[in-house]
T-cell receptor, first 121, second 116 residues
């Protein structure tokens, strides 16, 4: 059974710092990994999706890396801003053709517990 | 940018009552999902739906739960007889059918379900 763990559970940094959030998963047979942002009381906003064949993906100040064989991903945030304060979640998706009690997985995501990021001015 | 919309944003229901949570996925998406998040816990997968049938479900998704796509736009989650432990935030998500399959899931803002 896939387990996803995120470290640290919470992080508080001053504005302008570069920071790294960590995600690890126990089953390296993944199809892709997605990073999300969740603001309090809100839904999940997709930040980056990194395919199993990729090593990294970038969007603006965000860079996600993936080391599938070791079961790890990192989310790097450059020049952090107070508006980056949120909970960051990683989630992994199994391969599409993996049978599940006779069915096919069409994208079930397994989530980590998240890292609560606070960026103070 | 197209969004997944969920209604209501907050639902309060007496234990034992039926509840229906509604979702309007992004219009050209064909894969639909429900997840839930109990306060302070991880987001958990409930069910995926494709081609008008359930494609995968978790052990949480027992006989009290059902999903339906009653028309071309809505996707609903029904809980037949609610229990206290069903109190959670319920998220709907959808995904594009583009050929690569490596399409992100897009989530709604959730429905907070409170069972009294």
């Amino acid at each position: 059974k896939q387990e996803v763990t995120q470290i640290p559970a919470a992080l508080s940094v001053p504005e302008g710092e570069n920071l790294v959030l960590n995600c690890s998963f126990t089953d390296s047979a993944i199809y892709n990994l997605q990073w999300f942002r969740q603001d309090p009381g809100k839904g999940l906003t997709s930040l980056l999706l990194i395919q199993s064949s990729q090593r990294e993906q970038t969007s603006g100040r965000l860079n996600a890396s993936l080391d599938k064989s070791s079961g790890r991903s990192t989310l790097y945030i450059a020049a952090s801003q107070p508006g980056d304060s949120a909970t960051y979640l990683c989630a992994v998706r199994p391969p599409t053709l993996r049978a599940n009690a006779g069915g096919t997985s069409y994208g079930k995501l397994t989530f980590g517990q998240g890292t609560i990021l606070t960026v103070h001015p | 940018e197209p969004e997944v919309t969920q209604t209501p944003s907050h639902q309060v229901t007496q234990m034992g009552q039926e509840v229906i949570l509604r979702c309007v996925p992004i219009s050209n998406h064909l894969y639909f999902y429900w997840y839930r998040q109990i306060l302070g816990q991880k987001v958990e997968f409930l069910v995926s739906f494709y081609n008008n049938e359930i494609s995968e479900k978790s052990e949480i998704f027992d006989d009290q739960f059902s999903v339906e796509r009653p028309d071309g736009s809505n996707f609903t989650l029904k809980i037949r007889s609610t229990k206290l432990e069903d109190s959670a935030m319920y998220f709907c998500a959808s995904r594009s059918p583009k050929a690569t399959g490596n399409q992100p899931q897009h989530f709604g803002d959730g429905t907070r379900l409170s069972i009294l």
